[in-house]
């Protein structure tokens, strides 16, 4: 499963309880579900449940060790003193984190849990999730190398996010890099490929899309127009840039 940053991420660690009188006759003297999270995960909280009942406060205490980043909830001595308890009930530690930006496009990250009764450990199977970092690429053109100064200028911006299994949100193209005497056709902006909104302000735009998938590319055409009494210059160097979250 691929994971953005703040995204959710939850982690469990569950252990059936045995049957008194079926595969055990005695009671536990010790049990502790236990969690150490890895690096590229904020801990958030952490609740036991008995099925589908939270149980946080009654069969125990919760701890976190930030410095370890270790997720500990022992069990009280009423619970492990009740044999009614030992019953083959499923016991399951929710722990709950969020998604760190990581420092590469693709990060994966591995956690393992353990169960502990009366010193003897159980671990869980290994579980895995991916943390993705988008990446934009952004290319703006225009047909031609040089222009009269009657002649309209069109441009095209094509933004494509380039990382496989992130997805670019709240995705930002500005456009204000207009040297004076260029203004832009307000009327002849296209937004293609996806599905978004233009923001029209004084010579600029922004364009906003909710979301670029790997894969998925946007291309927004316009038209400029050179004003051969206030352009002064040869060249019209214009630039366009991206951002998402």
Known sequence: TSFQAGDEIVWNVSQRMPVFYGNTFTKFGSMAFEDTLPEGVTYKGAKLYDGNTEVTGSYGSLSF??????VTYTMNSAFLGNAGYYNGRTLRLEVKTSADKPDVPLKTVTNRGYVRMDGLARQ????????????LQIIKTTPKESYNNTEPI????????????AVGRNVIITDRDIPDGVEIDMS???????????EKHANSFQVKIARLAFGEKV???FRALVH???FDREDAPNTAKVSCD
């Open 188 to 198: 002849s902006i296209v937004l293609s490929g996806v599905t978004g909104t233009v």
């Open 65 to 70: 060790n930030s410095s370890a980043r270790k």
């Open 219 to 221: 291309k927004v055409d």
């Open 154 to 165: 069109p441009y095209s911006i094509e933004v494509s996010q380039t990382v496989s299994g």
């Open 228 to 230: 051969s009494d206030t």
């Open 124 to 135: 869980t199977n290994e579980v895995q999730a991916v943390i993705a970092q988008p990446s």
